[in-house]
């Protein structure tokens, strides 16, 4: 076991033997000084050699730039793309120091800055108390993986200016013309032999600029681009003023468009965060979130205006003070089941930008894609929880829509978790359609309907009135369960709605799937009395509240069965309700006419004839789309969530709200 162990587990022949004397020595051991280790790999510095790592070079440039606004010395950064390979970007900061560095005398400290790893002001937090360039590599990584890179400073009324190549300088630093102004200018054009044939993007870089200037509201981005590289639909402006005075809440603004949300105004603000230990400011946060019915959900965030893509830390913070906020505030209003919202049904409903400040972050590589300081979570935490109960507590109404909306998403949760248990113990599964539907003979949806009718009475009727072909009935037994004021599992046990929903075949919630809806319309027939109208109304917030896609696409209608039947001699005529009972006697009759008035009590002792032709025949009958208001915010379910909901004291609200446009009780 020994010889084996020193041979390295390899038998010795006097051939490889040989070899590994001959191939390994002290001279193939490899010291590589300056800027060559970045050149030699550089998916070590900037993740690759790829599209993303060369746009990378760019945000390392434009970082140090915003570095100096943030830091309260720059207002304004011009980033020009003079050509597909050269980008050039200016502040007015303060200027990279070019005076002798106390350790290398022979250089400047620009010099070193752009030559030698590790090397930056932004170590001790001096000259920064918070950046994002924290490893001093930036703009060395940047030099050693550019052909061609040229600096200029202007400090205390005097111009200076260098070049490089590939790591190493080209000139020596000169001296230029006097002038008023000051900051730093730096140009570059990546290096082919690193990166071939890539070539900078024009409408990339530009939302980059449009994201660093809402991470910070007090600068101001000046773009600018070749004219000759602007083709596409999705081209920038050959010259642009990117500035966002609300900062993070304008940029979500522009990003959502029209996109409905669920609140308005957006949930936005900024804060300080808690003061260091050694009395340095702990830093600020800044968050802009948008609360969405539907639409393109998602969390965007920054720390020290560096994008954070895989999230971190500060991203915990903002989950934990939203779900501790929603499951605070469901308790205090006895909203059911609050507790058991979780970070993923909130994040499934906003749309969100965050950003943070702090001193001396941690991230998890150079390309600082994830941050990991621990703190962090703590602070935006601490920071936001207070904030989020009074925003809430600023409209007890809409907070009780938004919460109650997001306990659904948890129920749907929990729902689709039981589902898949319940599918892994069901080895086959089959299709069942409920005894009592009479289904129809026609199989293509769009063809076809079904009546959702009061009671097994009004259905015989309707199925001797329909047609066999492409028309379905399928009764209901009285008043359905309120499901929005019941539990889940309520709904799931009710007979009557698992009959309608394996009816309809499209599932309900989040497993509804319209491209398995067997019927192209569904139309509620009921009573044209008070108990017609509330079965109607269970009804249809049955449909918005577990298919809402249903009733957007129009697929929802209903039916207008008359109320009366006027008869004189061989005329017959119709009238929904008494005001058009009288209206009909005045125009169609005679002043004097015995008209014979019969009133149906129900569908169920309406003549099959009456039925088929006022209420079913689609040549002769009137229909109703149930529809959705365009926008449809958050006025629409706090509507639902009043006159159905859990809260009997909402109604009593909305009654005497409205009684005074109640002009006649007809009892």
Not at 339 to 354: C, F, H, Q, S
């Amino acid at each position: 076991m020994a010889d084996m162990f020193e041979q390295g587990n390899i038998p010795l022949t006097p051939s490889n033997t040989k070899k590994a004397a001959d191939n390994y020595a002290a001279e193939d051991i490899e010291v590589l000084e300056g800027l060559e280790p970045v050149r030699r790999r550089p998916g070590m510095y900037i993740g690759g050699t790829d599209d993303t790592a060369y746009h990378h070079l760019a945000s390392e440039i434009i970082d140090n730039s915003m570095d100096e606004a943030v830091a309260g010395h720059a207002t304004l950064i011009e980033v020009s793309l003079e050509n597909a390979h050269t980008l050039m970007v200016r502040d007015n900061g303060r200027g990279i120091p070019t005076d002798a560095h106390p350790r290398f005398p022979e250089k400047s400290a620009l010099e070193v800055i752009f030559t030698t790893l590790h090397a930056g002001g932004k170590f001790s937090g001096k000259s920064y108390a918070t950046s994002g360039g924290l490893h001093g590599v930036g703009s060395s990584v940047v030099n050693a993986l550019s052909s061609l890179l040229e600096v200029e400073v202007y400090r205390s009324r005097k111009g200076y200016r260098q070049t490089f190549s590939r790591g190493l300088p080209t000139s020596t630093l000169e001296s230029t013309k006097p002038a008023i102004k000051r900051g730093t200018m730096v140009r570059f054009t990546p290096d082919s032999e690193i990166f071939g044939s890539l070539s900078f993007t024009p409408a990339r870089l530009y939302r980059q600029c449009q994201v660093k200037a809402a991470l910070f509201r007090g600068v101001t981005i000046q773009w600018s681009c070749a004219p000759e590289l602007l083709t596409g639909d999705n081209a920038p402006p050959a010259q642009a003023t990117i500035s966002y005075p609300n900062g993070l809440e304008d940029a979500l603004k522009a990003d959502l468009g029209q996109e409905p949300a669920l609140l308005t105004p957006l949930w936005a603000g900024d804060a300080e965060l808690p003061t260091a230990a050694d009395g340095q400011p702990g830093g600020r946060v800044e968050w802009a979130v948008a609360f969405l019915d539907q639409g393109t959900s998602g969390l965007v965030s920054y720390c020290n205006t560096i994008p954070t893509p895989q999230g971190g830390t500060h991203e915990n913070g903002l989950r934990a003070a939203l779900v501790k906020g929603f499951r605070s505030w469901g308790d205090q209003r006895k909203i059911r089941r609050a507790n058991a919202i979780t970070a993923e049904d909130v994040l499934g409903t906003i749309n969100a930008r965050l950003s943070v400040f702090i001193r001396n972050p941690q991230f998890q590589g150079q390309t600082k894609d994830r941050l990991t300081t621990q703190e962090a979570s703590r602070l935006v935490e601490g920071a936001l929880r207070d904030r989020i109960d009074h925003w809430l507590g600023g409209n007890p109404q809409q907070a009780d829509a938004l919460v109650s909306y997001i306990v659904e998403r948890a129920e749907e949760r929990l729902r689709r978790r039981e589902a898949r248990e319940t599918t892994r113990k069901t080895a086959t599964r089959r299709l069942r359609l409920p005894g009592k539907l009479t289904d129809c003979s026609r199989s293509n949806a769009h063809e076809t309907e079904i009546f959702l009718v009061e009671g097994e009475s009004a259905g015989g009727s309707a199925r001797q009135a329909r047609d066999r072909e492409t028309q379905a009935v399928l009764p209901l037994r009285g008043k359905i369960l309120n499901v929005a004021s019941a539990t889940q599992d309520k709904l799931r046990a009710n007979a009557e709605l698992r009959d309608l929903i394996e009816a309809l075949g499209c599932g309900f919630g989040k497993t509804l799937d319209l491209s398995k809806l067997r019927y192209g319309r569904i139309i509620i027939m009921t009573d044209a009395d008070v108990d017609g109208a509330h079965i109607a109304s269970l009804l249809m917030t049955f449909f918005y509240r577990e298919m809402p896609d249903l009733v957007r696409q129009g697929h929802l209608y209903l039916a207008q069965p008359p109320l009366y039947r006027l008869t004189h001699g061989s005329k017959t005529v119709y009238a929904m309700d008494d005001l058009d009972r009288d209206r009909r006697l005045k125009a169609d009759f005679k002043p004097n006419a015995k008209v014979e008035i019969s009133r149906f009590k129900g569908l169920g002792e309406m003549p099959v004839s009456d039925l088929k032709e006022t209420t079913m025949s689609p040549d002769r009958r009137t229909l109703l789309r149930v529809t959705v208001p365009a926008e449809d915010n958050l006025l629409t379910r706090n509507r639902i969530e009043s006159l159905m909901g859990r809260k009997p004291e909402l109604r009593f609200q909305f009654i005497q709200e409205q009684a005074r446009s109640v002009d006649l009780l007809d009892i």
